[in-house]
């Protein structure tokens, strides 16, 4: 066979043992090998094409179509083959980069964290009265005898002042000694002290009482609430009490029962019992025809008033005051007071509340 | 307060039931605590006759009684019981209870036993079994005309209501059922009927004289009455006087002192009688001398000082004046002359007294509140009338020294107080009718009305006195719930700034996964020291427990024994905060708000304890300083302006701890792993790292005028960056390295941070290794290669200079 004897069969049989090669090629590195035997410069494909020129124009005629389509199934089946290759390669190396997805996480910080049910009740608490028009007040822990008990008309000896087991600091040598506040009152005697009416403040804090069982501890935490103005009556102390409560317990309507009472700072006094039903343990509000007592309150004492620098015969007002931790009770049904100052981390896994839930009047208290 | 029904129908004629009287009491401000009702349960406990009580054949101490309920009269056996009281015998009356029965004083139900061989169908028994005292000593020794069969409560009178009422301080009225029955009448549900005490002739002159001698002192008697009842026979009182005494839990002991307990309940008037045949010579009311005793009637001898009030013969003490009498000259069964006293004292002197000697008795409490002083007098004219129809004798004439007349008090009252404080308006007969019901005297038409106010009332002193009693008795229920407008000012926000930085706090540190605790505000006197504390004047003088003693100095104390209790309980990662109050000084401004937490063992931010992910490693310094600035960048803290000192106060390692401030005067808080000697001293396992930071501490921010925030500048060039490794001595801190970087050219360099720390071979001995990566931001062009390196060997300068540095080759 001269150079330009080829055959037409011989163009056939290359054709056919290269395509051969091209899916025999295994990797890319043996389709590459097969490339350049082919379309490489040495190439038999390559070989080919360069005879083309010395042809005689009938011979090109009818060879040249041949060669040339010999070269393009040739390149076509390469290329595909490669992108094959290519792809087999990929799925080869993510199924060797699988792993188990089942594997757990780590929780989120913000989903393990708690806040403790007091201060999440004094948001709630802040929230409601805020919507009121209440001001945050707050005042030392740390009192005198005058702001805890004189100044809120305690009389020096009177019986209610034993109705508060105060804990007193060490006498001074003017004969004065500090106590630890009973109740957050005091903080309502700074505000009157320090503000001009109209006053409309809640007070939250701590507060003391050497008394322990399941239900009193030495140290627990009240809310109070201060209206002073001129007009304000017990009519508006009432309604201010029944929004509340709706509020705060998150209910559609309470009925409430104000009994008359006695507190030394207020007049008229009362006692405010809240409905509800008992089941099994669990208390509902709203409902029942049981009744539970959540607060005190009443129209501030014209004595109190006098003290603080203000006419009882001009200025008039309420106040009210309720455990946080009772009403915390109350609502998210813990049992004993004493566990929430016992730091016991499942006790405050349980019953404490999430960071980043924080109680709004739009989004819900507790939702 | 306690009484029965009929007692209280003594002095209140009505048809009300007992649900509306008990209703009605709370609903005017006596609050019922408690309607005891026995008779239901006390119903099958039969009073029977011992037909014969013959030695158990088995059992020296036991007797076999056969028991008829009346069913032998019907033809029916005896019942049989075994009882091994001392005092069964044959013939006694005594009460039943059959087989089925529910014993309440056992709290068991009673079955047929058999015991030592013989059976027992019941069981006679005792007050206690019943719990109708405490009376254990043997079964129940009736009286021989007691009807069998009957019920023994219907027969004791032991089945009336008891209703016990929570009473208020305030109303000293109320410790009688005379007073109670006042209050209620005022209502309408009934009315009040007034039982005035009679006057008794007296039919010879008081034999024994009452000085009341204070000196130049305080008086402590404003008034003082006696009688002597001479030829008198004292004894147990009457059944019916028993049973009202027994129905509300007092002892009766003998007619005369019956009596006066009676007094006291019934009109709120306590008395004392004296034996006069052994009261010697004529009585003196005084201060008491210091060091002087009384063996008072609760067998218990009190030694006494001046501060106390008591009533001496010529012997010496008698009486503790308003509490409690001696036992010297108490009435026995053997009393035939007794000296009544009825007198008033000081009600602050009586609380101090009874409070510094421990003694809470039924005059106490109602001389403490305050006794109506016009009834002095007639108290004791009823006590006398009482004495003389239980016991016979002949009645001096009354003594009275000092005087008890009040001073009256008129309230100039506006009839439109009502409105204005509480919000509705009753009629002129109504606001009278209820102030006339209470025993108040009304005079005046119109707006303004004079009020008299009944010597019963000390608790009633002004107008919004007078509202209170109009508007309890109204009711409460009756005043119209008012809606409460918000108001015409603006919306603002609620909390003050450390209100607001509290609030933040919590939720940042919950954020990072610290659980929030509340201990307690006080903390013991050894790790009150341990944090810097323990001084005197903030030591309770009155703790409740010797562990909460000191106001604490800082939160750490309590978390961490709260974090060794959680391990002690099985976890032991735990990671805790609170924000507080911490006390330095006695005084408002020495209380601070704190901030402070502490993670223990391998409570990381990142994840407590062991996981697939990585190696379980424990908390460090670094975890309580996140912790640390956490709550800065929460509470608003300008973080940029904070440096960070190497050391804090003595309770954390010295090394591995620093102090946050700005400038040397204004410390903000302290970050580090916790002192191995702390945790000896306390006795925890570790590892511990916390911080605190106080809250009050933060400077606050300067309000700005407006909230827009600044106007954001994006710059069109690329920034660049470059990393810096410089050899620095060993104890150089990151910081100045850092610091120097950035000070080169505050506008061009956006960024330093700290990519590697090396110590060890390569790098000499002392040494350290800190890489930075500075990142550069051109502002108005693309910054030439030659620009960038100029910048590079500045701050190669710059670092050198501050620090030593030298580029590491």
């Known amino acids: ?175 004065s000694r500090l106590l630890l506040r009973t109740h957050t009152s005091p903080v309502q005697v700074r505000t009157m002290l320090s503000q001009k009416p109209p006053i409309r403040v809640i007070c939250p804090g701590r507060t003391y009482r050497s008394d322990s069982d399941q239900t009193h501890t030495p140290m627990f935490h009240q809310v109070e609430g201060l209206v002073i103005d001129k007009t304000s009556h017990l009519g508006h102390l009432k309604w201010i009490l029944e929004e509340f409560c709706k509020a705060f317990f998150e209910v559609d309507s309470v009925k409430m029962r104000f009994r008359p009472s006695f507190f030394p700072f207020t007049e008229p006094s009362m006692e405010v019992d809240i409905q509800c039903r008992r089941d099994k343990g669990e208390i509902r509000f709203g409902e029942g025809n049981d009744w539970l007592e959540i607060l005190g309150c009443g129209m501030v004492h014209p004595n109190v008033l006098r003290n603080c620098g203000l006419d009882p015969e001009e200025y008039q007002g ?25 730091a016991d981390v499942r006790w405050l896994n349980h019953y404490g509340f999430r960071p980043l839930d924080f109680p709004t009047l739009a989004g819900g208290l507790s939702s | 307060m306690k009484f029965t029904l009929s007692w209280l129908k003594d002095h209140f004629d009505t048809v009300a039931s007992l649900d509306e009287i008990v209703d009605k009491l709370t609903m005017i401000g006596l609050e019922v605590e408690h309607v005891e009702d026995k008779s239901a349960q006390l119903k099958p406990f039969v009073i029977a006759s011992v037909i014969s009580a013959e030695k158990h054949p088995n059992a020296d101490r036991l007797r076999v009684c056969m028991v008829d309920i009346g069913q032998v009269a019907k033809g029916e056996k005896p019942i049989q019981v075994v009882c091994g009281a001392p005092n069964a015998r044959t013939g006694m009356k005594s009460v039943f209870s059959p087989a089925g029965t529910f014993i309440p004083g056992k709290n068991i139900t009673l079955t047929v036993g058999n015991i030592r061989g013989v059976e027992s169908h019941g069981m006679l028994c005792s007050e206690a079994e019943l719990m109708l005292s405490e009376d254990h000593d043997g079964i129940i020794d009736l009286p021989a005309d007691a009807p069998v069969g009957t019920p023994y409560v219907d027969y004791a009178g032991a089945a009336e209501p008891v209703i016990e009422i929570n009473l208020t301080p305030n109303r000293s009225d109320c410790t009688s059922v005379n007073g109670i029955a006042r209050d209620l009448g005022a209502t309408l549900i009934g009315d009040y009927r007034e039982n005035a005490p009679k006057r008794i002739e007296g039919k010879f002159p008081c034999p024994v004289k009452v000085t009341l001698d204070f000196g130049a002192t305080h008086p402590l008697c404003p008034a003082f009455g006696l009688r002597l009842v001479r030829g008198v026979k004292n004894g147990p009182s009457p059944e019916w006087l028993q049973k009202r005494l027994t129905a509300i839990g007092l002892r009766p002991i003998n007619a005369l002192v019956d009596i006066t307990n009676y007094m006291t309940f019934d009109r709120g008037r306590p008395l004392h009688v004296f034996d006069a045949k052994k009261v010697k010579g004529h009585l003196t009311v005084r201060r008491a001398e210091n060091g002087e005793t009384l063996l008072a009637l609760d067998g218990k001898t009190y030694t006494l000082d001046t501060a106390m009030c008591v009533i001496a013969d010529e012997k010496g003490v008698e009486s503790l004046a308003g509490i ?486």
């Open chain 1, 318 to 342: 309420f106040a009210w005051g309720m455990g946080i931790d009772r009403i915390a009770m109350l609502k998210y049904g813990m049992n004993d007071l004493r566990a929430f100052f016992e």
């Open chain 2, 324 to 809: 409690m009498g001696g036992e010297e000259s108490g009435c026995d069964e053997n009393t035939t002359d007794v000296l009544i006293e009825s007198a008033l004292w000081d009600p602050f002197n009586i609380a101090q007294t009874g409070r510094k000697l421990g003694i809470n008795t039924d005059a106490r409490y109602r001389f403490e509140r305050g006794v109506d002083p016009n009834f002095m007098v007639p108290g004791l004219e009823l006590a006398t009338a009482m004495v003389m129809d239980l016991c016979g004798g002949e009645p001096s004439e009354i003594l009275v020294a000092g005087d008890p007349t009040p001073k009256e008090l008129v309230i100039d009252y506006p009839v439109s107080e009502l409105e204005r404080l509480v919000g509705i308006k009753l009629s002129q007969t109504e606001t009278r009718r209820t102030l006339e019901r209470l025993g108040f005297f009304a005079a005046g038409q119109g707006e303004r009305m004079k009020v008299a106010v009944p010597s019963w009332r000390p608790d009633v002193h002004g107008r919004a006195d007078i509202v209170e009693e109009l508007v309890r008795i109204a009711g409460v229920d009756k005043v119209p719930s008012t809606p409460f407008p918000r108001g015409a000012n603006a919306r603002k926000p609620v909390l003050t700034t450390i209100q607001g930085r509290t609030r933040k706090a919590k939720r940042a540190l919950a954020a990072r996964g610290m659980t929030e605790a509340v201990t307690w505000s006080f903390v013991s006197k050894r790790e009150a020291e341990l944090f810097g504390g323990g001084k005197p004047e903030l030591a309770l003088a009155n703790p409740i427990a010797a562990e909460l003693s000191d106001m604490r100095p800082s939160l750490l104390a309590g978390l961490i024994a709260s974090a060794q209790k959680n391990a002690d309980r099985g976890y032991p990662d735990v990671a805790l905060f609170e924000v507080g109050q911490i006390f330095k000084g006695d005084k408002p401004e020495d209380q601070f708000i704190a901030a402070t937490g502490l993670r223990r063992a391998l409570a990381k931010a990142s994840g407590a304890g062991r996981h697939w992910s990585g190696k379980a490693s424990p908390v460090d310094v670094f975890d309580a300083k996140a912790d640390a600035f956490a709550v800065l960048a929460g509470a608003g803290a300008p973080v940029q302006a904070l440096q960070i000192v190497p050391g804090a106060p003595a309770w954390f390692h010295p090394g591995r701890s620093g102090t946050i401030q700005i400038g040397p005067q204004n410390v903000i808080g302290h970050f580090g792993e916790l002192h191995p000697s702390l945790l000896a001293a306390l006795k925890v396992d570790g590892p511990l790292a916390g911080f605190e930071v106080i809250l009050d501490n933060i400077p606050v921010a300067k309000a700005k005028p407006t909230r827009a925030k600044p106007l954001l500048e994006l710059s069109a060039f690329q920034p660049v960056e470059r990393d810096f490794a410089f050899v620095v001595e060993s104890k150089v801190k990151a910081a100045d390295v850092v610091r120097a970087a950035q000070n080169v050219d505050k506008k061009l360099i956006v960024g330093v941070t700290v990519f590697d720390v090396y110590e060890g071979t390569g790098i000499e001995p002392g040494k350290k290794s800190v890489a930075i990566a500075v990142t550069i931001q051109p502002r108005d062009k693309t910054m030439t290669d030659a620009e960038i390196e100029a910048l590079a060997g500045k701050i190669v300068a710059e670092v050198s200079k501050r620090t030593g540095g030298v580029l590491r080759g």
């Open chain 1, 1 to 175: 066979m001269t150079v330009h004897g080829v055959a037409m069969s011989d163009i056939a049989k290359l054709e056919s043992d290269l395509l051969a090669a091209v899916s025999a090629a295994k990797d890319e590195t043996a389709l590459e090998a097969v490339r350049v035997g082919a379309l490489g410069k040495s190439g038999s494909i390559s070989a080919l094409l360069k005879t083309l020129g010395s042809m005689t124009p009938d011979e090109r005629k009818e060879k040249g179509p041949a060669i040339n389509g010999l070269k393009d199934r040739v390149g076509a089946a390469i290329a595909t083959a490669r992108e094959t290759l290519a792809s087999a390669a990929l799925n080869a190396r993510l199924a060797s980069e699988t792993v188990d997805v089942t594997l757990p996480l780590r929780d989120t910080p913000a989903e393990i964290g708690r806040v403790h049910p007091i201060s999440q009740v004094i948001d709630e608490l802040t929230a409601i009265f805020s919507d009121m028009g209440f001001a945050v007040a707050e005042g030392p822990d740390i009192e005198t005898d005058d702001y805890n008990f004189t100044k809120l008309n305690f009389p020096e000896g009177h019986p209610a002042r034993e109705m508060h087991d105060t804990f007193y600091f060490p006498q001074k040598s003017d004969g």
